[in-house]
Each structure stands twice: as C-alpha cells, then as structure tokens.
C-alpha cells in the first residue's frame, strides 16, 4: 500500500473517532436538542476561532463563495438538530447508523451536484446500507419512537451528504477548520434566541458534555474531516466514514451501559460492510495509479 494513501486513511479514522463521540455525549447531554446545539455550536465557533487565529489561518472568503459556506452551515445545523433527536428518541446504535444511510444518499447527490459518473458497485454498496436500516427498525410504526428515530437519522443524514458535496468544491481552496468557523457561527446565529429560554444555570450544569460536543467532535473531529476531503471523492469519504457508528456504539457501551439488539447488530454489520469493500477497492485503486 502507499503510505501517504495509509495517512490518509488513517486521518480519516481518527477524524471518524472524534465524531463518534457525538453519539454517547448527545445522549449525556441533558438538555433540549435545539439549546444543545445552539450551545455546541458557539463553544465550538469560539474554540475555532481562537485556533486559527493562533496558526494564522486565513478567515477570507471570496464572495462568490460566501452563499455555498453560509448555505452549509445551515445544512450542518439540521443534520445535527435531527440527529440529536434520533439519539433522545432511540438510542446510541440505532441514531448512529440510521444517520450512515448518508452515503447511499452522497452516491446518488455526487453525480448530480458535481458531475461525476455514476459507479455501480455504488448502487450496491446503498443496498447493503439500506438493507442495515431495515433491521433498525424491522417492525415500521409511524406512531413507534424507534421508527420516528430511524426518519429522523435518514433526514440527519440527507442534509449531513448535501452538506459534504458541497463543501468538496470548497476545501481545495479554503482551510477545513477555516470553513467550520463559518458553519458553527451560523448555527450559533441562527439557533442563538432558544437560549434566551434556559435558565443560564441549567445549561452550565451540562458545561461538560457541551465542552466536550464543541472540542473533541466538532472542533477536532470535523475540521479533520473535512480535510480529507481532498484526498478522496465525497462518496468514497462517506463510505470509509461509515466506520464511525462501530467507534460511537463501543463507546455508548463502555460510558453509557447500551447494549445493542441482535437486529442492530445485524444490521450493523451490513452497513459496516460498506466500509470494507470501498476501503478495498480506494486501496486497489490508489495502488493502479501508482504504478501507472
């Protein structure tokens, strides 16, 4: 294997680590979705601001990409409310791989958005994702909680893969914490008046979960993960990246005692197994190039 295609790897498992501690801390975190990711956000935008002031990464934004970077904040801004909704209403494992239908999602927005061809072994990769959500929630009830998770994830997941297309255009030309500066100020912005509801004491006592949110997940994590971004084309990023929900469902065992069900197990391993082919084949593929 080449080794700069290892690193590559590697950082968007590490990336992939980070973020998987979404899943346990969204479950800690005490508090409504929207004053969580209100308060996430603007912790995070700060953190990230004071560490590219610090590197001396450039906060400039041409124009002309100015309504892209605003317009992917608002879509992260979704993608972590109904997240976090499908976290409260189920639990770590099912939140979490409800939410990697997203690559199937990224295979069919990819080709569309910025004109690459379709691959079919793509087409199968989804089906093997979409055959894991079923066992998510295998009996469907419009009026059942778990089924109202599982909508809330795919929904999650929709915004999360419009979001990463977009911002594919965006990362050959701008720093990746540069750009989620922006993202977590407009979540900030926009969701900033539910504060004014909570009592300033209620959210203090949840300083350490949201520290945590706005640090180790968003902070680090995304900004990591954007930056592999350029390494890699968005659907084989969502891909790799469906390994996360196997570092958040560890985690939500070890810290919170949730055990998953055989059916989620199932259907985790199904999904996971996306994982495995595409890793396979960026592996395969990178090694051809080479050699060429």
Partial sequence: MNRKHFSHLLEINLAMLFISTSGALGRFVDLPVPVTTASRGILAFLVLLLFCKWKGISLKVYKKDMPIVLLS???????????????????????????????????????????????????????????????????????????????????????????????????????????????????????????????????????????????????????????????????????????QPVYGILIGMIFLNEIPEVTTVIGGILIVSSVVIESFRSVKKQNVTVFD
């Fill in 73 to 243: 904040g608002v879509l992260m801004g979704l993608h972590w409310l109904f997240y976090f909704y499908a976290l409260k209403w189920s639990n770590v494992a099912v939140g979490m791989l409800s939410l990697f239908t997203y690559p199937v999602i990224t295979a069919f927005l990819e080709p569309i958005l910025l004109k690459t061809k379709l691959q079919r072994i793509h087409l199968l990769l989804g089906a093997l994702v979409l055959g894991g959500i079923y066992f998510l929630s295998p009996d469907f009830d419009l009026d059942g909680s778990m089924t109202i998770a599982v909508g809330m994830g795919v929904l999650s997941a929709f915004s999360y893969a419009l979001r990463n297309v977009l911002m594919k255009s965006k990362v050959t030309q701008y720093h990746g914490t540069m750009l989620m500066v922006y993202q977590t100020a407009v979540i900030g912005v926009l969701l900033l008046p539910v504060l004014f509801f909570t009592e300033v004491s209620t959210i203090l006592n949840q300083w350490q979960g949201l520290l945590a949110l706005a640090v180790i997940t968003t902070a680090i994590g995304h900004s990591l993960f954007l930056i592999t971004f350029k390494h890699f084309s968005i659907t084989v990023v969502s891909i790799l990246s469906s390994i």
